[in-house]
């Protein structure tokens, strides 16, 4: 009887066992269904973003567009005003005040500031300027390199390259 006893323990504790697995099992496959469910919702927060940032890149890319309809061609006249080798209507006043528009003095040297590294009509910062006209295939020590290179400097900087005539020319 004992035996008995012991057998139905033994099968009691198996069904035990066996509801544990299944009450595991089912919260598994509970935990299992959220997260795929979880899943599923952040896939498609996922797809809505992309298709709200394609959006928005599109929409950036066509206000860019118009944009530089506008702008393009002043930009592109104000670039083809500024390597003429004819001063910017600002620059004649500055040039004025910086070397009288003499790119060369009475011997035919060109025209330097005493005090500074300063070259031609526009004086033109040699060692500041120097290489990066170079580059553009500008001479500052002839007159239209000198211009060229004052023009592209001032549609960049303004008259601030110039400040210390600034009690002459009235700019900066």
Known sequence: MQKL????REIWLRKEKLQDNKTRQEQR???LKNLKEEEAKLN?????????????????????????????????AM?????????LPPLVKICTCESRLQQYDEYGKVTKNPKTPDYGIC??????WGDEAKEFGFDIMKKE???????????AFG?????????CHGMA
């Open 159 to 167: 008259a601030q390259p110039w400040y210390p005539s600034k009690s």
């Open 145 to 155: 390199g000198n211009i060229v290179m004052a023009n592209v400097i001032f549609a």
């Open 44 to 76: 498609k927060e996922i797809e809505e973003f992309q298709e709200n940032s394609l959006s928005t890149y599109y929409k950036k890319v066509s206000q860019v567009r118009a944009y530089f309809k506008q702008v393009a061609p002043a930009k592109v």
């Open 79 to 87: 670039a083809e005003r500024v390597l003429q080798p004819e001063l």
């Open 123 to 128: 004086q033109i910062n040699e060692p500041t």
């Open 5 to 8: 006893e012991s057998n139905e």
């Open 29 to 31: 496959e509970l935990e």
